[in-house]
């Protein structure tokens, strides 16, 4: 790890909702690219840790391991999504989205879900033409070129299910030298579909089938993995003592309070506003408040009325993009993005060629 303040994006989870983390960083890094020249520059080339739960756990693989563009960690989710977190089709030609909505979730957990899951990683690694040049589908989540070949560091927030209670974990690309800290040897497909397994949609656990660890998705209360970050960096001996460059936190939705359109998306919306209340918490804490006062901090969020939070990710595309785009010409929100953009700039310089931290 460079001896510089760190960078760190956190990406929240939400069970069925993590398309518009991709379009909002997408903006963000648009602007970046303006400031500092660098039109292929890319998330993993800036940021030094890339943290995420659930559906966020699955974009910071696509962004952080994988080493995707915002562009093509879109195009990756979206092919996964669509197998996976589609709604269900209705044959009532009128049925509403909120309707479709609801019944996904009433549907329960389904023992198929994990298996779709998982092979649609694989897909990915398998079947995309730039990330198959480079990937194989028994590539490891822990990165051998880790030391050698770049500094950025990828963390999930799971839950390891053990004989008689569960337990927070976490799963790395790098080997952890802190005492007690489990280092699995998975595959990213195997991180990928533990990372989303949420009890919520899916029956099954995800078996890793090296060590033979059962795992699944973080719990409600850890769907910001911003405090899973905190630990770390005071835990991990090559994270403790750096200073906070710039810290970026994105959810995956806000539901505003016409949002919740029945008791049946409990589920989700009590999701959604645990990961918001976990950043409430962090920013009135005494670190969240210095960083927040000397412009390193920036949370991002689009709020999600009834109809948003029905919006089928997937399959919906373009109007999870306009509602996006929306959100970040808001004045606020665009004032926000400019300094972000211009705080995470001044932490990028060229040496021999290649991006590095300043």
Not at 131 to 158: C, G, N, P, T
Not at 162 to 190: A, F, M
Not at 326 to 337: H, L, N, V
Request: proline letters at 3%; hydrophobic letters at 35%; aromatic letters at 6%.
């Amino acid at each position: 790890m460079p001896p510089q303040a760190l960078r760190i994006l956190t990406l929240d989870g939400a069970g069925l909702k993590g398309l518009s983390e991709l379009f909002i960083l997408q903006r963000l890094f648009a602007r970046v690219k303006e400031l500092t020249g660098l039109r292929d520059l890319q998330p993993c080339d800036v940021f030094d840790l890339i943290a995420g739960s659930s559906t966020g756990g699955l974009n910071a693989i696509l962004l952080g391991r994988m080493v995707l563009s915002t562009a093509g960690s879109i195009s990756a989710y979206t092919s996964i999504g669509e197998k996976v977190f589609a709604l269900p089709k209705d044959d009532e030609v009128n049925a509403s989205k909120t309707r479709r909505f609801l019944r996904k979730l009433a549907s329960g957990p389904q023992q198929s879900r994990t298996q779709d899951l998982v092979e649609s990683m694989m897909g990915v690694l398998s079947d995309t033409k730039d990330v198959a040049a480079r990937f194989s589908v028994d590539d490891k989540i822990q990165d051998e070129e880790f030391y050698d070949d770049h500094s950025w560091r990828v963390m999930l927030s799971v839950t390891r299910k053990g004989r008689s209670n569960d337990e927070p974990d976490l799963i790395r690309n790098w080997r952890s030298e802190v005492q007690g800290e489990k280092n699995y040897t998975l595959c990213v497909w195997e991180a990928a579909g533990a990372v989303c397994a949420d009890p919520t949609w899916f029956s099954e656990t995800v078996r890793l089938e090296q060590s033979g660890d059962r795992l699944y998705a973080a719990t409600k209360d850890r769907a910001n993995p911003i405090h899973d970050v905190l630990e770390e960096m005071q835990k991990d001996k090559t994270l403790t003592g750096h200073d906070i460059a710039c810290l970026v936190s994105i959810g995956a939705g806000k539901v505003q309070p016409d949002g919740v359109v029945s008791g049946s998306v409990s589920a989700v919306t009590k999701i959604l506003s645990s990961a918001e209340e976990a950043a409430e918490t962090f920013v009135e804490s005494p670190k969240g408040a210095e960083l927040k006062k000397d412009g390193k901090y920036f949370r991002f969020n689009l709020p999600l009325d009834a109809e948003e939070l029905a919006m089928d990710e997937c399959t919906e595309v373009d109007k999870v993009k306009d509602a996006v785009n929306r959100y970040t010409k808001q004045a606020a929100i665009k004032e926000m993005i400019e300094e972000c953009a211009q705080c995470l700039a001044t932490t990028v310089r060229i040496s021999s060629g290649r991006v590095k931290g300043s």
